[in-house]
């Protein structure tokens, strides 16, 4: 069985929709990602817009503004309910790992 969309969230998903917490144009998220990772994580235009594209589709971003070519996006609380699920999975995640580490001792 195929999996739902956005059932889970890539890094570059997650944090385009963290950015979009705050009202973002599509060139400040770009800019803001690899500002806010320290450069582990980029996202290029052709990956960016293809899922803001995405996002509005499926309700969990809104466009604010529009400019020119200058478009303007925030969360809506679908995007920020599944930005939160994201969050407490990553968390899991984390607390997984230590508990399986702390085990052995490792940790």
Same mark, same amino acid.
């Given at each position: 069985?195929?999996?739902?969309?956005?059932?889970?969230?890539?890094?570059?998903?997650?944090?385009?929709?963290?950015?979009?917490?705050?009202?973002?144009?599509?060139?400040? @998220?770009?800019?803001?990602?690899?500002?806010?990772?320290?450069?582990?994580? !980029? @996202?290029?235009?052709?990956?960016?817009?293809?899922?803001?594209?995405?996002? @509005?589709?499926?309700?969990?971003? !809104?466009?604010?503004?529009?400019?020119?070519?200058?478009?303007? *996006?925030?969360?809506?609380?679908?995007? !920020?309910? !599944?930005?939160?699920?994201? *969050?407490?999975?990553?968390?899991?995640?984390?607390?997984? *790992?230590?508990?399986?580490?702390?085990?052995?001792?490792?940790?």
């Amino acid at each position: 069985m195929p999996r739902a969309k956005f059932q889970t969230l890539t890094e570059q998903m997650y944090y385009i929709l963290l950015c979009l917490s705050r009202e973002n144009c599509g060139m400040d @998220v770009m800019d803001q990602i690899p500002a806010m990772t320290g450069g582990r994580v !980029r @996202v290029g235009p052709g990956t960016l817009y293809n899922l803001l594209e995405q996002f @509005v589709e499926a309700e969990m971003i !809104r466009e604010t503004r529009c400019e020119g070519r200058r478009r303007s *996006y925030i969360l809506t609380e679908k995007g !920020r309910a !599944r930005l939160g699920e994201e *969050y407490r999975r990553i968390c899991q995640q984390q607390k997984d *790992y230590e508990a399986m580490f702390r085990e052995e001792g490792t940790l």
